[in-house]
């Protein structure tokens, strides 16, 4: 596993990057990791995908490789699309309890959930997913869910882009050309009891994936497998992908473009089980407000 220096030292910032849309505060709670694929042992033993991706162990950032996520700070130029946001929303909320029993119930439907309003998010229901303790990753095939373009094999999936269509004009199956303004994103929102991890990858997006694989073609619609075969055949780019590994206690979230970047759950480390809430919709900014602003280019500075 390379050391948090060297993943920080390869870092490639660009137009296509994923973003973060947060306070600094948050920074030195974020830790980093690569990822690997995974073997024949982990997909006959585990259920794993072939060639599935799967995060290296997180590892915790001290205070100056933490300034150095600075380059991926969001300024207010930055698209929605490749923003993650990081807050906090009380537990005792409506909203979540009513989330959680709409769930429960026989009938309901992954991706078809009532509108909910989740703090300053208003958005539908995708799911609520339940993790087991310390699993590396947490996204299992779910058989009650068709809309997704990648064909499945096993029950483990790794590290994924979200590639569903629900109609026209909601999901993330979009061509690269209108994905990041067309795509939704995602809350996802720890309601415990547990704390639980999300991984997400800053330079390995789905936009860079059609730079490699279709440069140029803007009606071109990435998946999973695509990427699983794009690094299985060209393993020299695994070691360069950096990841954020963004740990939430219960009542925390983040907010994310499930579409554009890969990313999936994680239970490393962590004894208890959690229940996330995940609400679907074309949510803004953070806040791309002056102070906000003044607050990032305040941290590159320090950098």
Known sequence: MESAEHLLASLRVDGRSIRLDCDQQWLPRLSVCGIRLADEAEARDLGYLEDAIIPEPPQRLGPEQAALLAAFLADADTESGLCVGLGRIPLDEPAVADMLAEAKRPDFRPHYGSVQMLGDFKGRLIDVLTAQPNVQ???????????????????????????????????????????????????????????????????????????????????????????????????????????????????????????????????????????????????????????????????????
């Open 137 to 303: 990753t947490t996204t299992l095939l779910d058989p009650r869910i068709q809309q997704y373009s990648d064909v499945r094999q096993g029950g483990r999936v790794g590290m994924h882009y979200d590639n569903a269509l629900i109609s026209g004009d909601i999901g993330e199956r979009f061509p690269v050309g209108v994905r990041v303004e067309a795509a939704d994103r995602r809350v996802l929102y720890n309601a415990g009891p547990g704390p639980r991890h999300l991984v997400v990858a800053l330079n390995l997006t789905a936009l860079h994936l059609a730079d490699q694989v279709k440069p140029g073609d803007d009606d071109y619609i990435p998946d999973s497998a695509q990427l699983r075969t794009f690094l299985r055949d060209n393993p020299t780019e695994i070691s360069k992908v950096v990841c954020i590994v963004a740990t939430l206690a219960p009542g925390e979230y983040i907010l994310f473009p499930a579409g554009i970047a890969i990313h999936d759950g994680s239970m490393y480390g962590c004894p208890d089980v959690s229940h996330a809430i995940v609400l679907g919709g074309k949510f803004p900014r953070y806040n791309p407000s002056e102070d906000v602003a003044a607050e990032v280019e305040s941290v590159r500075a320090f950098v």
